[in-house]
């Protein structure tokens, strides 16, 4: 069983990304080791740190602030530690138990298929501490949470026609599988080829408990990860292509954040400063939007005001739907975003859940906003 421990980001700036998140998205500073700064707020877990060696100030000189390591937490440390090596997993720290006292906490890293990500798998069954070893418990803030819950999903941004070997990668080193885009079709791909920005296709994939079985893992905090590629030939520029210049290469474009009510966490937050990618008022007239609008508790003012995205997912027996919101980008490049997601009955990753993101960014580059 694995979970999503934390994200850690590479940060030119520490103090000022500490001040973004707890300002403009309700995180609580929590920990702090000296240099790196731990942010939480419910499980999800944030971890900021400065450069500390001339291959990470070189990242930071080219791409900027960028996630830069995903955490996962597991059980069992070895068997993760053998599945990867065996699958010949290059290998950055080995296996060893890091202790204070709180207890002990086992680690390992791992490369990822991405050159400026990592993977750090870590087991904290012997430890109650505030976050890992060697980190000291903040004193308590008086930050407001702003309704996230926890991590929804990762998106990554990757080089055209790679998308496959990243979904083999993940697959033989840490278990991971792909899963239906949408419920009602058994699709692992979606390509968008009939808007401004060009072709893109998407592949999702989590964690599977008992992935020998196919038996797909449920609870909060496991693993989902979205790819997306632009397709050969596309023609335009869109934003994976603009990621991929201004990241100079691929990772990590936006983290998604869950919600209970996505309508109050951004209205909150747009109060603090936050940004969110504008949502024109003939969007939510749309005949596939209308039957959504029609049983959202809000108004068309309201959702329009948040950028509110909708997404259906409707069958004979239930109707079920999602609610999202996607942010401007967060640092000085153009690269990294936050989305907050609400579930209002939808349990499967819907391929207008992800498709959305991209008719929004496409509208708001459109708009040149």
């Known amino acids: 069983m694995a979970e ?8 030119a700036d520490v103090k000022g990304a500490e001040k973004l ?3 403009k998205v309700g995180f609580t500073t929590v920990a702090t080791n000296g240099e790196n700064v731990v942010l939480k707020q419910n499980k999800a877990i944030l971890v900021l740190k400065p450069a500390t060696c001339d291959s ?4 930071l000189q080219k791409s900027g602030t960028i996630c830069n390591n995903v955490v996962f937490k597991v059980s069992q440390l070895q068997a993760a530690y053998d599945k990867a090596t065996r699958a010949k997993a290059r290998v950055i720290h080995q296996p060893q138990p890091l202790t204070d006292v709180g207890g002990t906490v086992n680690t390992f890293t791992i490369a990822s298929p991405f050159p400026n990500v990592t993977h750090t798998v870590v087991s904290t069954t012997d430890y109650n501490g505030v976050y890992l070893p060697g980190y000291q418990q903040c004193a308590n803030s008086i930050d407001t949470p702003s309704g996230i819950s926890f991590v929804d999903h990762i998106a990554y941004a990757c080089e055209t026609g790679t998308s496959d070997d990243i979904v083999k990668w993940y697959e033989d080193k840490l278990g991971f599988a792909k899963f239906k885009l949408g419920a009602d079709s058994d699709d692992l791909s979606v390509d968008l080829s009939d808007g401004p920005g060009g072709a893109l296709k998407l592949l999702a994939m989590e964690y599977w408990r008992c992935s020998e079985k196919g038996v797909r893992s449920g609870g909060e905090n496991d693993v989902k990860i979205v790819l997306v590629e632009s397709l050969p030939n596309s023609g335009v520029s869109n934003q994976v292509s603009e990621f ?5 290469g691929p990772g990590v474009q936006h983290v998604a954040f869950h919600t209970k009510d996505v309508v109050s966490t951004v209205t909150t937050l747009k109060k603090q400063g936050l940004t969110t990618i504008p949502i024109p008022l003939e969007y939510y007239s749309l005949l596939d939007k209308k039957s959504i609008v029609d049983q959202v508790s809000c108004d068309t003012k309201s959702l329009q005001e948040n950028g ?6 409707f069958d004979d027996s239930s ?12 640092f000085k490049k153009s690269t990294f975003f936050i989305e907050f997601i609400q579930r209002c009955g939808a349990t499967g990753f819907g391929a207008g859940n992800i498709t959305a993101l991209f008719k929004a960014l496409e509208l708001q580059k459109a708009s040149g906003q």
């Open 244 to 248: 991929l210049d201004n990241n100079n």
């Open 308 to 313: 509110v995205l909708l997404d259906s997912e």
């Open 21 to 23: 998140f707890r300002e």
């Open 4 to 11: 999503l421990y934390s994200l850690e980001f590479l940060c």
């Open 319 to 330: 109707k079920r739907y999602l609610m999202q919101v996607f942010s401007t980008a967060l």
């Open 56 to 59: 990470e100030r070189d990242i």
